[in-house]
């Protein structure tokens, strides 16, 4: 189909070019629309008729139902537009959605996003996101399902290591701006998942029931959604669990209600991998055709590979089983969406774009800057490290260390960390020197650790650990580890431990035994400069933690926003509901990390506001080192009383903050009264008058505390 037509028109506006489309299609291919198939294939009969019939309006790349830890043959802009000329054969000619898991980066690697979020920085998030979007889009990819805000609170589910943490308002600002950097160029368009909830699967294990009220949903899970919408998000992938026995693929109230009529969301609900088909096996649909029914009622609008549509909604239509309504509507939300992104001005079929290059710049900046340093008794390395020993499992590792959902990461792009180490102690003045050792066989290990002076050792998670489908009942080291720490300990002069995770590992002993611990997730392409840069102090980025890491799987789920009960026990742990057997507090907070910098006490410059008013609050921040240091800062707050429980502490602002050396820099935190408030028990947003306390995360410490909080009395406006 080459000849312009009405919908190709610019100059009409676009809801007339989505409506001359729309007029022009028939139900069938209204439904093609609707119908998302994985791996088409240009030289397979079934899948170029499906394409010339206008069977299918979008497909999937990926190697299957768990493509995270799975690798396929990878993408290339050769087949991706193969696959677009086959679909401009069919009658109407409309290009494909095509889709793809750019999670963390394509070619360029990123940290996984808990390791990104660690950074809490939302430029750095900005910017990597983009970059990931423009090498997708250079292989033809328009679609790419990212982000994920589910908040978590259990370790034990592996697909923590695709969060951005236990904060709603951490993962709110960074989502929204992964959006926006995947939806900067226009050419592709971001998918917010997992809507909703899913984060809360009981136990931990994946894709299980999740129960959940909606005044939590509305003050914590929906939140990063509503964000993402805000920011204009493209699509929404809803979540494979249910919500208080409702799977989210047939929640009517939650997809149509609140995310489409209440927050006005007019892009494209995609179902995740055949979750319309898995109505039948949660046991709320007879058959396929009645889960295609109650997919489409709730809001679902194109259905991922479960082919429940194509088989079934033209004839429930037909039928007058299914309003023909809630098809035309699901198809001009695709046409809607394919509109914005370019492809119905009649020339979606380009030449090859110019590749895009790794960004080793960006990537080595988004690694340092997810490193949280636990305790930092021996960092940096310095001549008195002397003769430095270098062992564990991750010296030589590669893929390992780009972590899980790296579809098109190539792992001979990894510098190794033994590599990146080797010259970072080169360089080093004086007279340090570097062996490297595969922890192999623990007992040349240790024959090797008694003769240093240094021992690191790397330890933690292989990246086939973390993901989907990936949970552990247990969130200690893997199996061998700790017991491998413990021996070294015993003839290690300085022990140094790095943790590469997917998740918060259970690291008490760790901590207690070494005299440096670096948690470092999966850091992707860089990883080594990255780690290398940290370890000699030529880095001069750190994170904090966005999860905290609790005593034991025991203690899960846990977050700093617990609410308090009605016997109220402090963070520390010690009072009433505390466990008989474990102290109750964790290892290390939320938004723990050793700082290099100061920080003085938090001042408000007027401590009474009204509701429509803001809060601005100050805090003096020294640098006493001789490099400049670039760190998060973060404002905690809580409600003192209000309508409902509130949590105990929760993140309500934060930034990051470069300081010079030996330079002092005044942080100011401008927050709008409005960022105190929440749904209370009538479902509506309310903002209370009362006291908030408020206080900056300690950044000299471990762990953030509450002394030198501000109170902050917000008024109504005739008191
Ligand atoms: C995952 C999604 C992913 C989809 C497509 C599903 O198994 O839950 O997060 O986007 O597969 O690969």
């Known amino acids: ?147 994920m805000l589910d908040i978590v609170e259990d370790a034990r589910w592996g697909r923590v290591a695709e969060s951005l943490g236990e904060s709603p308002l951490l993962t709110s600002r960074l989502g929204a701006a992964m959006v926006e950097g995947i939806q900067q160029s226009g050419k592709v368009t971001a998918c917010a998942k997992h809507f909703v909830g899913y984060g809360l699967s009981r136990g931990g294990r994946d894709y299980a029931s999740v129960d959940v009220g909606e005044i939590t949903l509305r003050n914590s899970h929906l939140r990063p959604f509503r964000a993402a919408v805000d920011a204009g998000v493209g699509t929404v992938m809803a979540a494979f669990s249910d919500v208080d026995g409702i799977p989210m693929h047939s929640h009517r109230y939650l997809l149509r209600t609140v995310l489409k009529e209440e927050w006005g969301f007019d892009g494209v609900v995609v179902a995740d ?98 490193f949280v340093t636990l305790r930092d008794d021996a960092l940096p390395l310095t001549t008195a490290s002397g003769r430095i020993l270098l062992t564990g499992p991750y010296a030589h590792e590669r893929a390992s260390l780009m972590g899980t959902w790296v579809l098109d990461g190539d792992e001979r792009d990894v510098a190794t960390i033994a590599e990146a180490l080797e010259g970072a102690v080169a360089a080093l003045p004086g007279s340090a020197t570097l062996e490297v050792d595969d922890g192999a066989f623990i007992d040349r290990t240790l024959r090797r650790a008694r003769e240093a002076d240094t021992t690191i050792a790397l330890v933690g998670e292989h990246a086939l650990r973390s993901g989907e489908d990936s949970a552990t009942s247990d969130i200690g080291l893997p199996a061998g580890q700790l017991e491998q720490l413990r021996a070294l300990r015993a003839v290690s002069g300085t022990l140094i431990v790095v943790v590469f995770a997917g ?173 105190f408030g929440y749904t209370g028990r009538d479902r509506t947003q309310r903002v209370d008058t009362g006291s908030i306390h408020l206080w900056a995360a300690a950044a000299d410490g471990s762990e953030p505390g509450e002394a030198g909080a501000v109170v902050v009395t917000v008024v109504s406006a005739s008191s």
């Open 1 to 147: 189909m080459s000849t312009l037509e009405k919908w190709h028109d610019v100059r009409l506006s676009p809801a007339e070019r989505v409506e001359a489309l729309l007029a022009e299609m028939t139900t069938a291919e209204m439904v093609g629309q609707l119908n998302q198939s994985a791996n088409l294939r240009v030289d397979d009969a079934s899948d170029t008729a499906l394409l010339a019939a206008g069977g299918v309006g979008s497909t999937l790349l990926a190697s299957g139902a768990t493509a995270g830890n799975v690798r396929d043959d990878g993408v290339s802009f050769v087949r991706t537009e193969a696959i677009q000329r086959a679909a401009s054969t069919s009658r109407l000619g409309i290009p494909l959605l095509i889709a793809r898991d750019v999670i963390h980066g394509h070619r360029t690697v990123f940290p996984i996003p808990l390791g990104l979020a660690a950074s809490f920085d939302v430029d750095l998030l900005r910017h990597t996101a983009e970059h990931a979007a423009a090498e997708a889009a250079a292989d033809g990819i328009n679609w790419t399902f990212a982000p």
């Open 273 to 370: 991998w055949n979750g319309i088909g898995e109505l039948v096996d949660h046991g709320v649909a007879a058959d396929l055709r009645d889960a295609a029914r109650l997919a489409i009622e709730a809001g679902v609008d194109v259905d991922m590979v479960s082919g429940a549509y194509a088989a079934h909604l033209e004839s429930l239509a037909d039928a007058g089983d299914v309003d023909r309504e809630l098809v035309v509507d699901a198809a001009r939300r695709v046409l809607r969406l394919k509109l914005r992104l370019g492809l119905l001005d009649g020339d979606a079929i380009t030449a090859a774009p110019a590749p895009v290059g790794l960004d080793r710049d960006l990537a080595r900046a988004a690694a340092e800057a997810s």
């Open 503 to 675: 998740r918060p590992l259970a690291l008490a002993d760790v901590l207690e035994l070494a005299d440096a611990v670096v948690f470092a997730w999966h850091p992707g392409t860089e990883a080594g400069p990255a780690l290398a840069a940290l370890l000699t102090g030529e880095s001069t980025r750190s994170g904090r933690l966005p999860m905290l890491l609790p005593r034991s799987a025991g203690h899960l789920p846990f977050s700093h926003a617990e609410r308090p009960s009605g016997r109220p026990m402090p963070f520390d742990g010690r009072g009433m509901g505390r466990y008989l057997d474990a102290p109750t507090a964790p290892v290390a907070d939320f938004g723990a990390g050793r700082s290099r910098l100061r920080t003085g006490s938090l001042r408000a410059t007027a401590t009474v506001v009204l509701p429509d008013g803001e809060v601005i609050a100050e805090v003096e921040v020294t640098n006493p080192t001789d490099r400049s240091v670039r760190e998060p800062a973060l404002l905690l707050m809580r409600d003192d009383v209000a309508d409902i429980t509130r949590p105990w502490r929760e993140l309500v602002d934060f930034t990051v903050i470069e300081v010079a050396a030996g330079d002092t820099v005044t942080v100011r935190f401008e927050i709008p009264v409005a960022a």
